[in-house]
T-cell receptor
């Protein structure tokens, strides 16, 4: 089955700095890679996603890049703000396969200090 | 509120007791998922329903666990003879076949503590 590794497990930055979280996946057939943000006491919330036919996607201060050959993808947050502090999860999935399992990484706790 | 709701939010039980959790998906979402999340880990898939049919079950779903979605709307997850290792956050998510990329919307979770 799919295996997703995520690094780092914790990341501390100063407000205004950039943050980068990296993930690798094992199943070359996976074609959908969402990123979720989970705040304390809440369920994960989708913040951005990318499909395997695209190398990069950007939404305001958040961007995701995908390297299919190396089987890794990254989340980039620019101009970080204290409200970005949360746990971030990457995931991998094979769309339209008849299966619906999202395989998640173990998460990165991002702390943005004012 | 039109998001995914879960009840209860917290449950404390003694080892050996049975517990049941409820999930109400976003209205008209035909797909519903259960995940388990332990401290410091990402959510782990348990089972998946499309309408009322349970189509996938993880190896994590032992025979003490049972999930139902009788009318294709809300779902229940029951754990029989709870063990301390069952302590975790149980997350429910729903999605629509018609939504781009089958985005899964998560509820707030039910935190189970088995004493």
């Amino acid at each position: 089955g799919e295996n997703v590794e995520q690094h780092p497990s914790t990341l501390s930055v100063q407000e205004g700095d950039s943050a980068v979280i990296k993930c690798t996946y094992s199943d070359s057939a996976s074609n959908y890679f969402p990123w979720y943000k989970q705040e304390l006491g809440k369920g994960p919330q989708l913040i951005i996603d990318i499909r395997s036919n695209v190398g990069e996607k950007k939404d305001q201060r958040i961007a995701v890049t995908l390297n299919k050959t190396a089987k890794h993808f990254s989340l980039h947050i620019t101009e970080t703000q204290p409200e970005d502090s949360a746990v971030y999860f990457c995931a991998a999935h094979l769309l339209n396969s008849g299966y619906s399992t999202l395989t998640f990484g173990k998460g990165t706790m991002l702390l943005v200090s004012p | 509120d039109t998001g995914v709701s879960q009840d209860p939010r917290h449950k404390i039980t003694k080892r050996g007791q049975n517990v049941t959790f409820r999930c109400d998906p976003i209205s008209e979402h035909n797909r519903l998922y259960w995940y388990r999340q332990t401290l410091g880990q990402g959510p782990e898939f348990l089972t998946y329903f499309q309408n009322e049919a349970q189509l996938e079950k993880s190896r994590l779903l032992s025979d003490r666990f049972s999930a139902e979605r009788p009318k294709g709307s809300f779902s229940t997850l029951e754990i029989q003879r709870t063990e301390q290792g069952d302590s975790a956050m149980y997350l429910c998510a729903s999605s629509s076949r018609d939504y781009p990329d089958n985005e899964q919307f998560f509820g707030p979770g039910t935190r189970l503590t088995v004493l």
